[in-house]
């Protein structure tokens, strides 16, 4: 297969579920209920989407299909229930039955946090070791314990996106302050998490809309004021009356650092807080990236990028499973191996996994048939 072999013409992915996005915002902000109106906005049916919540901020409202991944246990427990269960689960859909299309991840702070308590645990487990802390594996051990955090959680993602479903997660915000390095100062509504949760969840956004409140001060009268009231003495004073909304962001300003994605045409200015307008705003983005042909055609264009990433997802999914039945395979292997001593390895089993597999290291092997014909050899041998 040559160079021009591999040349394809992209269209922009049309449905919401064909990208990954995130939604910030600080505590309350309306992230959850973002996810509930723009879905139930999206999606003719509630199967297509499905909320992966890893804390209890849903709890309040009305939602169809969620899975409360906080109360499967300890954080640890929590990411182990996610990585072994739903993302197989999902997988396994993928290849037999796809119902699901869109994932929210609510949030996607607790979500690192749980996987940051498994990496640390399964490290322990594999190395004999009690370290309680990421720094404390990379200070420690030859490995880097963000490193470890951010394979895992990648890993993960994208095998679920791999697997044709799209992703919206929430995450918090908070206010920082910056120095620049002159010494200035200045503060502005950036992600609450690490750069570690940046890499996995920022990086791969292909839309990102920040949550923040715009106040308005105002008189009496309800007038909006464009600089402070006086008093007798000509000192400012403060209002006491005043209007708070919340807005949408798209694109980083003077404020606000987080924001932006892989579109141009976003607006700059704030956006009133409505799914109607988050909508809006991502159907606007996703025309300007396309010729005036593909505009004229997004509801075909969308339905054969559908078929498309369910063929895609199917392929991959089958091939997920299909190491995934390689895996149990070498656990069994491995496990008969142990009734031997290092010389009967050598003179029974070594010669014949060469036979069979090509090379006695069955470990590096994938094909089902050859793995399962060493399994039933080393059975058999006494």
Not at 244 to 266: A, C, W
Not at 281 to 305: F, H, L, P, T
Request: charged share 30%; with cysteine.
């Amino acid at each position: 297969m040559g160079l021009r072999d591999a040349v394809i013409n992209n269209v922009p992915k049309v449905a919401l579920h064909g990208i990954r996005s995130l939604i910030v915002g600080n505590y309350k902000s309306g992230k959850t209920r973002l996810w509930k109106e723009v879905t139930e906005l999206h999606y003719d049916n509630p199967d297509d989407y499905m909320l992966l919540s890893f804390e209890k901020g849903w709890e309040t409202w009305s939602l169809k299909n969620v899975v409360p991944i906080h109360t499967k246990g300890s954080p640890a427990d929590q990411w182990e229930y996610f990585r072994s269960v739903v993302v197989k689960d999902l997988i396994e859909e993928a290849r037999t039955n796809k119902i699901v299309k869109l994932l929210g991840i609510d949030t996607a702070d607790k979500a690192m946090a749980a996987a940051e308590e498994w990496v640390i645990r399964d490290f322990n487990k594999r190395n004999g070791s009690r370290y309680t802390s990421l720094k404390e594996i990379s200070d420690k051990t030859t490995d880097n314990g963000y490193t470890l955090l951010t394979s895992e959680m990648n890993k993960q993602f994208d095998t679920l996106e791999n697997s044709g479903y799209g992703t919206m997660s929430l995450a918090w915000s908070k206010e920082k302050e910056t120095i620049l390095r002159n010494g200035n100062k200045f503060t502005s509504i950036d992600m609450m998490m690490s750069a570690t949760g940046k890499k996995v969840f920022e990086s791969q956004a292909s839309l990102i809309c920040t949550l923040y409140n715009d106040t308005v001060i105002l008189d009496k009268d309800g007038n909006e004021l464009e600089e402070n009231i006086k008093d007798k003495k000509g000192k400012d004073k403060a209002s006491a009356f005043h209007e708070t909304q919340v807005m949408m962001l798209f694109r980083p300003n003077e404020f606000v650092s987080i924001g932006g994605g892989r579109y141009v045409n976003l607006p700059q200015e704030p956006v009133p807080y409505s799914s109607k307008e988050f909508m809006r705003v991502y159907e606007e983005a996703v025309k300007g990236q396309m010729d005036e042909a593909s505009r004229n055609n997004i509801i075909k264009i969308e339905e054969e990028q559908e078929n498309v990433q369910d063929q895609k997802a199917q392929q991959f999914a089958e091939k997920e499973e299909a190491k995934a039945s390689a895996g149990e395979l070498i656990t069994q292997i491995e496990a008969e191996t142990k009734r031997f001593t290092s010389n009967d390895l050598k003179d029974k089993v070594v010669p014949k996994f060469t036979e069979l597999l090509g090379s006695p290291n069955y470990r590096k092997v994938e094909d089902i048939e050859k793995l399962e014909e060493a399994l039933k050899f080393i059975k058999e041998t006494k």
